[in-house]
């Protein structure tokens, strides 16, 4: 139990749709990154958020957008589905205050998005 | 372009017996590394990291090893148990407590009883 929740565990969508995929973090987790992991890969860092600004990206195009709220709740956004973006989407979460390094992160159990 | 390669997908170690699983690097600003497990269902869970400063780096039955000049790295488990079937992942950070992991493809290991 880690204590990060996302919703739904499971969605289907058609290309060009848009999607809103959710995660609840920890009391006192400010910082929340995303991260997509396409069938036989390893995950691959979308962004992060920290106090509700995006801080840091990877190499995902501008309709992958994210909103971070007070409550330690947050969202990922795709817009314009694609077929590839059919994938596990994990949130991972962690403290930020003191010595809190990455392994302090704790991943959600994901949610498996299928573009038809 | 792979910049953290597990080359083995699978791996079956009998209990009691040691596993070794492997990950090599391309990147040499990488300085942190990180090896998760992973259940079905379940996101990954953080397992034991290692400093680009060390060598070597053990927690109770897990040990990794880091060969920099190499740029490879590999975790041994022993005695491996039934309970440690799952698929492992190698991650690499450019800075300790940075998020931006780049994850390897992943080796399912599976332990037979």
């Known amino acids: 139990e880690t204590g990060v929740t996302q919703s739904p565990t499971h969605l289907i969508k058609t290309r060009g749709q848009q999607v809103t995929l959710r995660c609840s973090s920890q009391s006192g987790h400010n910082t929340v990154s995303w991260y997509q992991q396409a069938l036989g890969q390893g995950p691959q860092f979308i962004f992060q958020?920290?106090?509700?600004?995006?801080?840091g990206r990877g190499n995902f195009p501008p309709r992958f957008s994210g909103l971070q709220f007070p409550n330690y709740s947050s969202e990922l956004n795709v817009n314009a589905l694609e077929l590839d973006d059919s994938a596990l989407y994990l949130c991972?979460?962690?403290?930020?205050?003191?010595?809190?390094?990455?392994?302090?992160?704790?991943f959600g159990p994901g949610t498996r998005l299928l573009v038809l | 372009d792979q910049q953290v390669k597990q080359n083995s997908p699978s791996l079956s170690v009998q209990e009691g017996r040691i596993s070794i699983l492997n990950c090599d690097y391309t990147n040499s600003m990488f300085d942190y590394f990180l090896w998760y497990k992973k259940y079905p269902a379940e996101g990954p869970t953080f397992l034991i990291s290692i400093s680009s400063i060390k060598d070597k780096n053990e927690d109770g039955r897990f040990t990794v090893f880091l060969n920099k000049s190499a740029k490879h790295l590999s975790l041994h488990i022993v005695p491996s148990q039934p309970g440690d079937s799952a698929v492992y992942f190698c991650?690499?950070?450019?800075?300790?407590?940075?998020?931006?992991?780049?994850f390897g493809t992943g080796t399912r290991l599976t332990i037979i009883p």
């Open positions: 991972a979460s962690r403290p930020t205050s003191g010595a809190h390094g990455v392994e302090t992160q704790y």
């Open positions: 991650a690499a950070s450019a800075a300790f407590g940075n998020e931006k992991l780049t």
């Open positions: 958020y920290y106090r509700e600004e995006e801080n």
